[in-house]
């Protein structure tokens, strides 16, 4: 399993942007394909991204469809850049990896996850 620390949360106006990263440790991260989620209080955890391990496949959450694009660079860090926020995108946000390299929606395929960073978006 990789170790994986998320940054870039915070608290924005509507419309504005963040850009989160996630860097992993303790393993051959080119290898995994990798996804962000998101998880409000009480609810259950969503997906947003995923990208294969090559970068050249990504899918998205129809809900962060053309605001949201997902990358990775060749080493080990993995993006997402959030445009156009709005204040229902505002949760916790998970990175995770997959070590089979599926890309997938389903949480329960993943066996490497983040602790999250905080993302709030005021109307």
């Known amino acids: 399993q990789l170790q994986l620390v998320e940054s870039g949360g915070g608290s924005v106006q509507a419309g504005d942007s963040l850009r989160l990263s996630c860097i992993a440790s303790?393993?051959?991260?080119?290898?995994?394909?990798m996804g962000w989620f998101r998880q409000n209080p009480g609810k259950e955890r969503e997906f947003v991204a995923s990208?294969?391990?090559?970068?050249?496949?990504v899918n998205y959450a129809d809900s962060v469809k053309g605001r949201f694009t997902i990358s990775r660079n060749n080493a080990n860090t993995m993006y997402l850049q959030m445009n156009r926020l709005k204040p229902e995108d505002t949760a916790i946000y998970y990175c995770?990896?997959?070590?089979?390299?599926?890309?997938?929606?389903?949480?329960?395929?993943?066996?490497?996850w983040g602790r999250g960073t905080q993302v709030t978006v005021s109307s």
């Open positions: 990208i294969s391990n090559s970068g050249g496949s």
């Open positions: 995770a990896a997959d070590q089979w390299g599926r890309i997938t929606a389903q949480s329960l395929s993943y066996d490497s």
């Open positions: 303790g393993g051959t991260a080119i290898s995994y394909s």
